[in-house]
Every structure is written in C-alpha cells, then in structure tokens.
C-alpha cells in the first residue's frame, strides 16, 4: 500500500523560478518527513526534513512545508538552477518505520 | 568517513538462481535498510535491520531475506529470482533508523 504518494512523476520549470513539489501521505501518525534528491547512477541524498511540530522548515533554497491537517507535504525551491534537476523523494517517518514516496523527476530549463 | 558502500554494483542473473547483496554502513551506523527501486515505483522498502534484528518489514514475499551482521553490514538474498526482481536495490544506514538516512550507490540487478 502506498502510504506516501508523489501524484506528479514529473515537473519541468525555468532557470530562476520556483519549482514546487507535492507529496502526500495517509498514515496520520508519521511524525517526521523528509526530502530526498537522486542523481542517475548514485544513491538518494539527504536534502532537508521537518518535525510534525513545525509547519515550515527552510535551508537556503530550501523550503519544506507541512499541513498536518492535510496530510500534505511540499518542497519549494527558489530559485531554481539547472544542477537542481534530478528525483526528489519524500519520504515519513514513525517510530523506526520510514516510507517512500515514488520520486518526481525535476527539469530545470536554462 | 566512509560512505555506504554496496557490492556488487551490477548483477546479471537468470530466472531461478539466487543471488545475495551485499551493504557495508558508514562506520556508527546500526540501521540498515534495504529498498527497491523500479521506474514509477519509487523506492519499495524491503526491510530494515537495527543491533542485527529485523526490525521492520516492507510487503515482500519470503524469497526475499535479510540479515546483519555484529559488525552492522547487512546482506540481502533473493531466492528463484523472477523477471520482475530486476531493479537497483539501495541499502541506507541511519544511526537510530528513523533519522536521516545516508544511501549506498545501489547494486543494479538484471534478471534475464
């Protein structure tokens, strides 16, 4: 059962804008939640995570926010560089349990 | 330090053999995990491994087993190996398993 879902495999955007990705999730009790990048041929790098006591998490370009109430989790990233293009994945956490979202793959056009 | 690191990184196979993975977690590390990534599946995982106990368990049949090790590495086997088992299968070691995870490059199996 997909118990975090990313419903846009892809999204493409310009050099300088924002680039916006979604991830949703069904399991209330997930406590933790990250954001994860992936380069072809290497292994998924950590990007940026946030508590389910925050709402809003930022690290430089960065951004994480969280609707509890939603069961809603986005990435924005501003501005958005070519080296940004790569699979993010989301992934939520509870006690020892974390699940995966299916990965968007971002384009960012020069 | 070191990274994680998996060996191999390319695996052919036929259907039916088996074949064992192998993950080595950066040094302190005593979580391992093991996902399976196929296209438009994302990252499945398998399962994870904490002080060598299965702590967790991802919906896999039995044909896919794990262990670890005193030392923290973790092997993963796949027994009578089906087409649908070609995929990059990527180990990731945490200190704790629930904090950030550090990702191994991933061993590409192809079953043929």
């Known amino acids: 059962d997909q118990q975090v879902k990313q419903n846009s495999p892809s999204l493409s955007v310009q050099e300088g804008r924002i680039s916006i990705l979604n991830c949703d999730y069904t399991n209330s009790m997930f406590d933790y939640f990250l954001w994860y990048k992936k380069y072809p041929a290497e292994g998924p790098t950590f990007l940026i995570s946030?508590?389910?006591?925050?709402d809003k998490n930022e690290d430089g370009r960065f951004t994480v926010f969280l609707n509890k109430s939603a069961k809603h989790l986005s990435l924005h990233i501003v501005p958005s560089q070519p080296g940004d293009s790569a699979v993010y994945f989301c992934?939520?956490?509870?006690?020892?349990?974390?699940?995966f979202g299916a990965g968007t793959r971002l384009t960012v056009k020069p | 330090k070191a990274g994680v690191t998996q060996t191999p990184r390319y695996l052919i196979k036929t259907r039916g053999q088996q074949v064992t993975l192998s993950c080595s977690p950066i040094s302190g590390h005593r979580s391992v995990s093991w996902y399976q990534q196929t296209p438009g599946q994302g990252l499945q995982f398998l399962f994870e491994y904490f002080s060598e106990t299965q702590r967790n368990k991802g919906n896999f049949p039995g044909r896919f087993s794990g262990r670890q090790f005193s030392n923290s590495r973790s092997e993963m086997n796949v027994s009578t190996l089906e087409l649908g088992d070609s995929a990059l299968y990527l180990c990731?070691?945490?200190?704790?398993?629930?904090?950030?995870?550090?990702f191994g490059p991933g061993t590409r199996l192809t079953v043929l």
């Open positions: 992934a939520a956490s509870r006690d020892n349990d974390m699940r």
């Open positions: 946030i508590s389910s006591i925050k």
């Open positions: 990731a070691s945490s200190v704790w398993g629930r904090d950030t995870q550090y």
